[in-house]
């Protein structure tokens, strides 16, 4: 049974217009973020989607950005490796022509003139700087000079001339995430670009009564490898040649010492990460050095640069000899050549790869949208009938609460 006031009428009014306005209220809301979830309580289910896809999409969107980055810097990469390769084919007709033997003195020191020119231009690409300020071919130290060049008195010229090219990187390289837990490495070592032969180290130390005296780790071009107490000299080679490092050791069977050669055009990165290992067989000085310029005094290095063969040509030139220049220069010009392309086939491989990259992650940005717009997006011609309603019902309500409130008990009362 239900009380009959004069107030009555009133407060079921109020009730229904604060209902009405919370719907209209929450109807224009929706219209104006085109958003039909304002709160989570409105669909908990989509609203657990919405949120993941929504997740999804930025790390998607990052991927795509790493990788389009990661093609701008391949070209720009690419193309001064072209332009290295280009002058790296002329330094080789240089050779070819003289060591013909054909040519005066005067003539081969004309060559060493335009010979060193280009090697400038050699050392000029692979210090080579990105758009934002970054050096292309010194690894992870993309601060510093990928290159330093030693000037020095050569015979046979009387203007000093460039001596020596020492590399100033690193070997590091970084993982890019192009994908969910999927990574491209970029490789960007200028003693792996501009090297010309595989290098070797002959350690001269005895080394059959070697013993590793405590457990220790030691770094072959990057990949540490664990040596422990008691390991002997073959146990490390062993070790090193088991743990994926582009690297062979074997034992040199009249010195007894460790040799050790990169399979491929680069430059050793050797050291001890704990303990003295391969100092006490003196491959490397103390730990004090870093490499790569921390090769034993006693042991014998012999693999070269690109800027190592074509200074060694160079001097041959003003010294005119031919013999050196059409033996050791040109094969090693053929091997620093071979390298080159070898370096411009992978860093297309990766462009390629980056590009397809790019693809993928646009496609599925562009489905993962869609989903957010399935779950989230308020559907506009729903909406607006749906507010014109509401708005009408509004409007009723309003009408037939001013005609309600002229009522009062007495009409009850007839």
């Known amino acids: 049974m239900r009380r009959i006031s004069s107030n009555m009428n009133n407060m079921n009014t109020q009730n229904a217009l604060r209902l009405q306005e919370s719907r209209l209220n929450r109807a224009n809301n929706q219209m104006g973020s085109q958003n039909k979830i304002q709160e989570l309580r409105n669909d908990p289910i989509a609203a657990g989607h919405l949120v993941r896809y929504q997740s999804y999409l930025g790390r998607v969107n990052t991927f795509e950005k790493n990788a389009e980055t990661l093609t701008d810097q391949f070209v720009l990469r690419e193309g001064y490796m072209s332009s290295s390769l280009e002058i790296m084919q002329r330094i080789r007709d240089l050779a070819v022509t003289g060591a013909n033997g054909i040519y005066q003195q005067e003539d081969l020191s004309n060559m060493a003139m335009e010979v060193d020119e280009l090697l400038k231009e050699l050392v000029q690409n692979a210090n080579a700087v990105s758009s934002d300020g970054n050096y292309l071919f010194a690894g992870t130290n993309t601060k510093s000079t990928a290159f330093e060049i030693e000037m020095g008195n050569v015979a046979g010229s009387g203007i000093p001339l460039i001596e020596s090219v020492k590399y100033n990187g690193n070997i590091d390289s970084n993982k890019i995430e192009v994908d969910e837990n999927k990574y491209m490495n970029v490789d960007n070592a200028g003693n792996r670009t501009f090297w010309a032969e595989q290098q070797q180290i002959h350690g001269e130390r005895d080394a059959s009564s070697w013993q590793a005296s405590a457990d220790s780790v030691i770094s072959v071009d990057g990949v540490h490898i664990s040596i422990n107490a008691g390991d002997n000299v073959y146990a490390l080679a062993a070790r090193i040649n088991d743990s994926g490092a582009a690297v062979r050791a074997s034992i040199d069977p009249v010195s007894r010492g460790l040799n050790l050669e990169t399979t491929d055009a680069r430059q050793l990165w050797l050291s001890d990460v704990s303990g003295n290992a391969l100092n006490d067989l003196g491959i490397i000085k103390d730990s004090s050095q870093q490499p790569p310029y921390n090769i034993g005094n006693g ?14 040509f160079r001097n041959a030139l003003l010294k005119g000899d031919t013999e ?31 590009v397809l990259n790019v693809t ?38 309003l009408s037939n609460a001013g005609k309600m409130y002229n009522n009062s008990l007495l009409n009850y009362m007839r």
């Open 360 to 397: 993928r992650n646009s496609a599925t940005a562009l489905h993962v949208t869609q989903a957010i717009s399935r779950e989230g997006d308020l559907d506009i011609t729903k909406a607006i009938t749906e507010m014109k309603m509401l708005d009408y019902a509004y409007q009723a309500t």
């Open 324 to 354: 050196t220049i059409g033996g050791r220069v040109l094969g090693g010009l053929d091997n620093g050549i071979a390298n080159l392309v070898s370096r411009i086939a992978k860093s297309g491989s990766d462009y390629e790869r980056a």
């Open 299 to 312: 042991a014998r290095i012999s693999g070269g640069s690109l800027f190592d063969t074509v200074i060694a």
